[in-house]
């Protein structure tokens, strides 16, 4: 069974209309997490929740913004798409409460387009 | 956050035993090593986590020297569906003493028959 889902697989937008993808999780973990994976690249982490806690990294775009309503669901936000955001979006979870890293959970992805 | 460095690629064959060294010269003394695998078009997926010596499970083994500068993921007896880009991760521990997922450039393992 699916534990991080991410709707919808593949999102075509227009260029600069708002767009936003979502990720629910089962598993009730603490962390989510947005990665953008461009073509042949490492996925590049956008920005985190710990808890309600939101841990924007220091090169994400100000177009790009996040929202996690409550423990199971977090949304990505591009608020102005350009043809450099077409990437694979990433949502992963996590349980972090101690000192030991746990596994990563990482849905299958969303594609955006931008036309 | 401590950099990783990987190969870019590998070719192994069907069968034969695939070692993937990652650098990580700047691992602090709380960071675990930890290794993902990626298949086009999925997201990552956990692998295997070690912190010292030799950590074993049913796909993979981890081998991390005393001075934990360098790890090596071993693959046994691969086949063609390991054909996957392999990730190594480390440094977890953020400035606010938080962890981040952050990854490095992967290696690309290409398996012919």
């Known amino acids: 069974d699916a534990m991080v889902i991410q709707n919808p697989r593949y999102q075509v937008t227009q260029f600069g209309k708002p767009v936003t993808l979502s990720c629910s999780q089962t598993?009730?973990?603490?962390?989510m997490y947005w990665y953008q994976q461009k073509s042949s690249q490492a996925p590049k982490l956008l920005f985190h929740?710990?808890?309600?806690?939101?841990?924007n990294e220091a090169d994400t775009p100000d177009n790009f913004q996040s929202r996690r309503p409550n423990t199971s669901f977090c949304f990505l936000d591009i608020r102005s798409p350009g043809l450099g955001d077409a990437a694979m979006y990433l949502c992963?979870?996590?349980?972090?409460?101690?000192?030991?890293?746990?596994?990563?959970?990482f849905g299958q992805g969303t594609r955006l387009t931008v036309v | 956050l401590a950099k990783t460095t990987q190969p870019i690629s590998m070719d192994s064959y069907e069968g034969q035993e695939v070692n993937i060294t990652c650098s990580h010269n700047?691992?602090?003394?709380?960071?675990?090593i930890t290794w993902y695998q990626q298949f086009p078009s999925q997201g990552p997926r956990f692998i295997i986590q070690?912190?010292?010596t030799k950590v074993t499970n049913e796909v993979a083994s981890l081998f991390i020297p005393a001075d934990r500068k360098s790890s090596t993921l071993s693959l046994p007896r691969v086949s063609l569906s390991d054909t996957a880009v392999y990730y190594c991760?480390?440094?977890?521990?953020?400035?606010?003493?938080?962890?981040?997922?952050?990854f490095g450039s992967g290696t690309r393992l290409q398996v012919q028959p």
């Open positions: 992963a979870t996590s349980r972090d409460e101690g000192p030991t890293p746990t596994e990563a959970f």
């Open positions: 598993l009730n973990h603490n962390v």
């Open positions: 929740y710990y808890d309600k806690d939101f841990n």
């Open positions: 700047n691992i602090a003394t709380n960071d675990y």
């Open positions: 070690g912190y010292k």
């Open positions: 991760l480390v440094g977890f521990h953020m400035d606010t003493g938080r962890r981040a997922l952050t």
